[in-house]
T-cell receptor, first 117, second 112 residues
Framework: NAGVMQNPRHLVRRRGQEARLRCSPMKGHSHVYWYRQLPEEGLKFMVYLQKENIIDESGMPKERFSAEFPKEGPSILRIQQVVRGDSAAYFC???????????????FGAGSRLTVL | AQSVSQHNHHVILSEAASLELGCNYSYGGTVNLFWYVQYPGQHLQLLLKYFSGDPLVKGIKGFEAEFIKSKFSFNLRKPSVQWSDTAEYFCAVRAAGNKLTFGGGTRVLVKP
């Protein structure tokens, strides 16, 4: 029973390039969350998605960042025209359908470490 | 907006010492509370969680946490740490909506 799978684990990009990070949730999980961990900082919420629907993107930078969770395939966090400040670990988490309950636990992936040269 | 604060950024202690990590949150309504641990080079793992009931929660690896509603706190404790407890510890709160809000983390170094 695979957990939350993220790839790539490490990604190096030059300034101005695009970065795409992928996340496959646990089997049976339909909710995906993306968090960013900057060096020496905690995890900051970015976006919460269900299949084909963005539920909460209050933590996403207004420009260059986008996320999707299509009907088929993994969730993708896309960063266009990367800058050095985007260097961070990006963690994906998933949870089962909430169904009105708040008693769900997020399961995290191993993270994708982005380095911008 | 809810926020979570962890008082200590770094803690250094010796094996067999007791550990207590503070966590306070700001939200007046019903909350779910979590502690996650991130061992070096690994992903976040759930240590324990509180949803309701007994405010003293026991988790894995001998950790426990106490929810004190009047103080908006959810401190993590372990009576006797081991070298393998060296990790970063994150407190997290879920209030309205499904997202978790994390504290800044506390890096714990246990000296052998």
């Amino acid at each position: 029973n695979a957990g939350v799978m993220q790839n790539p684990r490490h990604l190096v990009r030059r300034r101005g390039q695009e970065a795409r990070l992928r996340c496959s949730p646990m089997k049976g999980h339909s909710h995906v969350y993306w968090y960013r961990q900057l060096p020496e900082e905690g995890l900051k919420f970015m976006v919460y998605l269900q299949k084909e629907n963005i539920i909460d993107e209050s933590g996403m930078p207004k420009e260059r960042f986008s996320a999707e969770f299509p009907k088929e395939g993994p969730s993708i966090l896309r960063i266009q025209q990367v800058v050095r400040g985007d260097s961070a670990a990006y963690f994906c988490a998933s949870s089962p359908p909430a169904a009105g309950s708040t008693a769900n636990v997020l399961t995290f992936g191993a993270g994708s470490r982005l380095t911008v040269l | 907006a809810q926020s979570v604060s962890q008082h200590n950024h770094h803690v250094i202690l010796s094996e067999a010492a007791s550990l207590e990590l503070g966590c306070n949150y700001s939200y007046g309504g019903t909350v779910n509370l979590f502690w996650y641990v991130q061992y070096p080079g690994q992903h976040l793992q759930l240590l324990l969680k509180y949803f309701s009931g007994d405010p003293l929660v026991k988790g894995i690896k001998g950790f426990e946490a106490e929810f004190i509603k009047s103080k908006f706190s959810f401190n993590l404790r372990k009576p006797s740490v081991q070298w393998s407890d060296t990790a970063e510890y994150f407190c997290a709160v879920r209030a309205a909506g499904n997202k978790l809000t994390f504290g800044g983390g506390t890096r714990v170094l246990v000296k052998p």
